[in-house]
């Protein structure tokens, strides 16, 4: 049984830090591409971050680069979501996500493309 299990979300202040994980067990995580997505309320979820295979390409969302860092090890099955200097605007659910198709170096932002999900982390953000 596929399960990927979010931890880490919270309640912080704006430009504070959080550090999100995912576990994943009931795959073989090294041969899974992973992104986190997040959903706002009211908002479509939309792709945050995405790693390769290896951990390298990375992708992120224009509003988060310089803030995040999507990072994964493979010998513990977890992908990261570190998340520095928070804004208000970054207040959503954050799910991780397997995809399994494509190329070793193969990621994408498509959710539609992702095979396995987590049940989310919820992160608010307070002034």
């Not at 090890?73 to 799910?95: G, S």
Request: glycine share 10%.
């Amino acid at each position: 049984q596929v399960q990927l299990v979010e931890s880490g979300g919270g309640l912080v202040q704006t430009g504070g830090s959080l550090k999100l994980s995912c576990v994943a067990s009931g795959i073989t995580f090294s041969r899974a591409a992973m992104a986190w997505f997040r959903q706002a309320p009211g908002k479509e979820r939309e792709a945050v971050a995405t790693i390769t295979r290896s951990g390298s390409p990375t992708y992120y969302e224009h509003s988060v680069t310089g803030r995040f860092i999507i990072s994964r090890d493979n010998a513990k099955n977890t992908l990261y979501l570190q998340m520095f200097n928070l804004e208000l605007e970054d207040t959503a659910i954050y799910y991780c996500a397997a995809l399994y198709s494509g190329s070793y170096y193969y990621t994408s932002t498509r959710e539609q493309e992702y095979d396995d999900w987590g049940q989310g982390t919820q992160v608010t953000v307070s002034s």
